[in-house]
Structure formats: C-alpha cells, structure tokens
C-alpha cells in the first residue's frame, strides 16, 4: 500500500510569490491534516480537511488556505510569502477523524528568499 | 490549553540497550490520545505508537512500548534493545478532541543517539 505523497519535495520562492503544496493521502484515507514545522516554534497544526471540508483551522493568518478534492487530495496554499514561511510542511492522512493513527507524509521543505 | 512537554533535548543510549524519552502532558479533556512518532534526518514522521486515555493496558509495538500513568500525565516512551538506526527526533503528540479530531499538538521532541 502507497504512503502518504507530497509534491514537490522542494521548493524555493522569493518574498511575495505565492505557492501550491500537494498532499495524496493513503488509498482509502479521507482525512488530511497539514503541520508546520520550523525550527523555532516546532510542529505546528494548521488545518484538517475531511470530505472536502475544513473541519480545523490553527492560528496561522488567512494567507495560508487549503481545499481538498473529491479523491481526497488535499493542497494547501501560501500567498504573499515572508521568509518566516520558510519550513518543512507535512501533511498527515488517517481513515476518519479521532482515528488511532495518523500517517505522514516526507514533507515539503520551501525556502523564501 | 492542551500542552505537551518532553523535557530532555537530547538522550544517548548504548546500543542494545533499552532508553526511556520522557512525555508529560497537560489538558482537560475527558477523552484524549497519545501518540509517539520518530522523525530520521530525512524529515519524514514515522508513526510508532498510539495510547487511548481509556486503553486498560499500555501500548506495545515490536520494540516499542508506552508506559502511560493516567494520573500522573506521563507517557514515557521506552524502547527495548537499541538500534544504530534508532537514532532520530522523537516527538511525543496528543489528541484531544475539544481541539479537533486529528489535531495534534506536539512536544518539542528529544534527539536520541545510539552509540555503538
């Protein structure tokens, strides 16, 4: 069975660029999550998304938004970018919600310059 | 406020030996999970183990085993006869449903080095 993928698993963007993450959850898995992940405030939550809906939002500012799609692909996407938006994104997939496991996927590290 | 605290930055270990990374946490809901997850140098989060505030019995996964006291807050990872491949961030995580079904909120995790 496939694991979680994200696309790409790299990326370099200039201050004010925007950018689009993709995330393909676990055949089978409706639930997708996106974390944050900086050296200096950690692994942070931002939102949770669950056929196709928004079921949580973090503390991040409205220039960070998601959607996902029928097949439970998720993206999320960051506008105007600072160079405090530089970090390993993760997303994480799990067949429901309150499921007992949650399956990351190798993340996506942007870099702002 | 959920709140989860892993109070050792960094642990080493001899290989085969068994180590303990210490977890504590902090919420008010009745209902919560507890999970562990190991991050390699590569980045990606490997799921190990998951601990449910009502489970009778401590979680237990191959060589990894949770040692969860309820009243105390705590649940420690420990994991059994250490592997070179063994060293990693682990992060501790916990689930509270008040904050979101699969919203975790995570630990500042503990860098573990395995000697040979």
């Known amino acids: 069975k496939a694991g979680v993928t994200q696309t790409p698993r790299y990326l370099i963007k200039t201050r004010g660029q925007q950018v689009t993450l993709s995330c393909s959850p676990i055949?089978?898995?409706?639930?997708v999550s996106w974390y944050q992940q900086t050296p200096g405030q950690g692994l942070q939550f931002l939102f949770e998304y669950f056929s196709e809906t928004q079921r949580n939002k973090g503390n991040f500012p409205g220039r960070f938004s998601g959607r996902q799609f029928s097949n439970s692909r998720s993206e999320m996407n960051v506008s105007t970018l600072e160079l405090g938006d530089s970090a390993l994104y993760l997303c994480a997939s799990s067949f429901r919600q309150g499921a007992d496991e949650q399956y990351f996927g190798p993340g996506t590290r942007l870099t702002v310059t | 406020a959920q709140k989860i605290t892993q109070t050792q930055p960094g642990m080493f270990v001899q290989e085969k030996e068994a180590v303990t990374l210490d977890c504590t946490y902090d919420?008010?809901?009745?209902?919560?999970?507890l999970f562990w997850y190991k991050q390699p140098s590569s980045g990606e989060m490997i799921f190990l183990i998951y601990q449910g505030s009502y489970d009778q019995q401590n979680a237990t996964e191959g060589r990894y085993s949770l040692n969860f006291q309820k009243a105390r807050k705590s649940a420690n990872l420990v994991i059994s006869a250490s592997q070179l491949g063994d060293s990693a961030m682990y992060f501790c995580a916990m689930r509270g449903f008040s904050g979101g079904y699969n919203k975790l909120i995570f630990g500042a995790g503990t860098r573990l080095a395995v000697h040979p």
């Open positions: 055949s089978g898995h409706r639930s």
């Open positions: 919420t008010s809901d009745p209902s919560y999970g």
